[in-house]
């Protein structure tokens, strides 16, 4: 038996696991596929033993068929960012040790130099899946679930992502404990626009869907007008999203509205309504995005909270008061406190404290990190950075430890990766970068440069030179240039003074 398998992929589940435009495929479909997957990526050898294998493709059957079938055959999944610069992917890999990498078509042929130079083995899913025979699993090895399954890369305080080790059990437990507390079940059916390099998108939706049994439909972006008709045809019961997704809804219906089409803004606000559950999260929700949202479709939006180490950790009631401006208690099996900077647990309410997470549901390491592993931990509590208080057994978000990570759309950012990159224009002598309070990403990226003597520098030929040497949604919104940065007397840069120069 392959322990870490989903209960619902098997050969006697007829029902619609995924749908991609008109397509769609049963959940014997899908299984039979992975099993063809992972039996071509073990070429005839038992297990893959926690080879690292990446893969570079948007929401489809092939990204499933992919994940799984590394899970199967007992290798670590590795999915990457397909909006990612090319040039940022070659951390990952590197840190990873990744040995294969999977792409079809255009997101192959972009990543032909990079693997060549770094010698990884790079093939499309046809070519993994050449066994012409359903050896109905047979040969596939039985996974522990202490076992390693996949490593995310998550943005910090230093210059260079992290790579988020799970194992197959850490899976397991963040998918179930979710599948009971918001009530998923075989009759749902949920739109998956979200990235696939991240928990939201990878766990929240995908992971949780299959588990359930329910029917997942994949975008391969926030395509507004195909999910929007969608969800007018009353097709989807389940909607979750980063802030910033129901902020541009929003801002659709308005443009609607300008247009005189308010018949089509009711019908997709009653599509909203009839739904049994909306979800916001990765990002702080602002009440009056909540109160929005309510009066436009009726929805209580329920908030929680989570991060790549842990996946889920607080979260609103599926039953009971979803309180605005708050994420609500710590969902079961998580083990949730605050502590103070003297790593006294607080018990009072209204005190703020760092959260800190225990439970099946954190991850084991931080690959190659031994350092930053045993950093994030405190007598066995995964310390995330985040601060909160207690407001009557409701936790509400305060802000995070660190000025250097920014939340732009439900992105984690890190300040010093985008100085670092800013540091190399040949323009820039100094730079400081900080996120700025945005109505629409919830922060965005600002930018103070001090240029060198005799150079100049406007935002479009900022804006352009970026394009390319980092993702899109890193690059700066707003620059700013200074003929010094703050500094304190050590000399280091005093971000909350450039914060207060806007
Ligand atoms: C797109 N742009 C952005 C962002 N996204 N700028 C800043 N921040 C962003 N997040 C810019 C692009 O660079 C481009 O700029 C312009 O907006 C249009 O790009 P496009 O891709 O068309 O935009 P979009 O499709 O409307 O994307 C917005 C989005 C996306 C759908 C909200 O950002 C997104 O999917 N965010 C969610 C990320 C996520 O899943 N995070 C969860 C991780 P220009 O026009 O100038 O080129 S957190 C997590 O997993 C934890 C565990 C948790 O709690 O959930
Ligand atoms: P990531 O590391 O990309 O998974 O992002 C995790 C971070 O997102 C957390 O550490 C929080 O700072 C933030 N976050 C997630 N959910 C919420 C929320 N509901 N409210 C405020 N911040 C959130």
């Known amino acids: ?19 991609d435009g008109d397509q769609s495929w049963t959940y014997a479909q899908v299984n039979a596929r992975i099993d063809n997957f992972a039996l071509g990526l073990l070429k005839g050898t038992g297990d893959l033993e926690e080879e690292r294998i990446a893969f570079f493709m948007p929401a489809s059957l092939d990204y499933v068929t992919t994940m799984h079938g590394i899970w199967r055959a007992g290798g670590i999944a590795v999915p990457l960012n397909v909006a990612s610069a090319v040039s940022e992917l070659e951390h990952s890999l590197s840190c990873a040790g990744v040995t294969r990498m999977i792409a ?4 192959r042929v972009v990543l032909i130099e990079l693997c060549a130079s770094l010698d990884i083995e790079l093939v499309s899913c046809k070519e993994v899946m050449s066994i012409e025979e359903n050896l109905d699993g047979k040969g596939l090895p039985d996974v522990n679930p202490s076992r390693r399954a996949m490593i995310l890369f998550t943005s910090g305080t230093t210059n260079k992502p992290k ?13 179930t404990t979710l599948i009971d ?101 990765s990002a702080a929700c602002p009440v009056k995005l909540f109160n929005q949202w309510r009066e436009l479709t009726g929805q209580v939006l329920l908030e929680r909270y989570g991060m790549t180490e842990i996946g889920m950790g607080i979260s609103n009631p599926y039953e009971g008061e979803r309180r605005a401006g708050h994420v609500g208690q710590a969902l079961p099996g998580v083990d949730v406190a605050l502590f103070d900077e003297n790593n006294y647990q607080i018990t009072t309410d209204a005190a703020p404290g760092e959260i800190r997470i225990k439970g099946d549901n954190v991850f084991l390491e931080y690959w190659d990190n031994e350092k930053a592993t045993s ?80 150079k100049s520098l406007d935002y479009e030929a900022l804006k352009s030179w970026c394009k390319g040497k980092m993702s899109s949604y890193k690059i700066p919104k707003l620059l700013k240039t200074l003929n010094a940065l703050p500094r304190n007397a050590m000399g280091k840069v005093t971000k909350p003074d450039l914060k207060k120069q806007l």
């Open 181 to 281: 507390a918001w009530r998923w079940t075989s009759d749902d059916v949920i739109p998956l626009f979200l990235p696939l390099h991240h928990i939201h998108g990878i766990i929240n939706i995908l992971s949780c869907g299959l588990w359930a049994g329910a029917c997942v439909d994949l975008f391969a972006g926030f395509d507004i007008p195909a999910i929007t008709q969608k969800i007018k045809a009353g097709h989807y019961n389940v909607f979750m999203a980063v802030p910033t997704i129901y902020v541009k809804l929003i801002q659709h219906f308005d443009t609607l509205s300008a247009q005189g089409s308010d018949e089509e803004v009711k019908a997709i606000c009653d599509g909203f309504r009839a739904m049994r559950l909306n979800i916001s999260g």
């Open 375 to 454: 950093e994030s931990f405190h007598d066995g509590w995964f310390c995330t950075g985040d601060v909160a208080v207690s407001d009557d057994g409701y936790y509400r978000i305060m802000g995070r430890s660190s000025i250097d990570i920014i939340k732009s759309g439900g992105y984690k950012l890190s300040a010093l990766e985008i100085e670092g990159v800013l540091l190399t224009h040949p323009d820039i002598q100094e730079v400081a970068v900080i996120g700025v309070e945005d109505e629409t990403w919830g922060e965005a990226v600002a930018a103070f440069v001090v240029v060198k003597e005799g």
């Open 163 to 175: 790579g988020v080790v799970s194992t197959h059990r850490t899976i397991a437990a963040q998918v």
């Open 104 to 107: 079809n078509g255009h997101y």
């Open 1 to 19: 038996m392959v322990m870490h398998s989903f209960p619902t992929l098997n050969n006697d589940n007829h029902t619609i696991a995924l749908q």
